[in-house]
């Protein structure tokens, strides 16, 4: 979550991941990606700063949470547990069963 200040003062969190765009007209516009618009004290350059700061954590934490080494990164297959259960066809109906 990124904080952001709306312009009356308060402050509250958005999840970066549901934002669509960033305006600056000269408010700074926050558009999610179900329509909802939030105005801000931030600017356009603080917003993407804030995202991208995200983004590294998320990351980091990633890092972190797996053991790799500084500079190596897991392949997203080898963050899902080993115990998952494989996944399996379902049989086609006979030909006789369709009609």
Not at 15 to 28: G, K
Not at 61 to 71: C, I, K
Not at 77 to 82: K, P, V
Request: aromatic content about 4%; hydrophobic content about 40%.
């Amino acid at each position: 979550m990124i904080v952001v200040t709306r312009l009356n003062g308060p402050k509250f969190a958005v999840n970066p991941d549901l934002l669509q765009r960033v305006e600056s007209t000269p408010d700074t516009i926050l558009t999610l990606i179900d329509g909802t618009k939030y105005i801000v004290a931030e600017s356009l350059e603080e917003i993407t700063e804030l995202v991208v700061e995200y983004r590294a954590r998320v990351v980091a934490a990633t890092v972190e949470l797996t053991g790799q080494a500084s500079g190596e990164m897991a392949a997203v297959t080898e963050l899902r547990s080993q115990s998952t259960p494989a996944l399996r066809a379902i049989p086609s109906p006979a030909p006789s069963e369709r009609d």
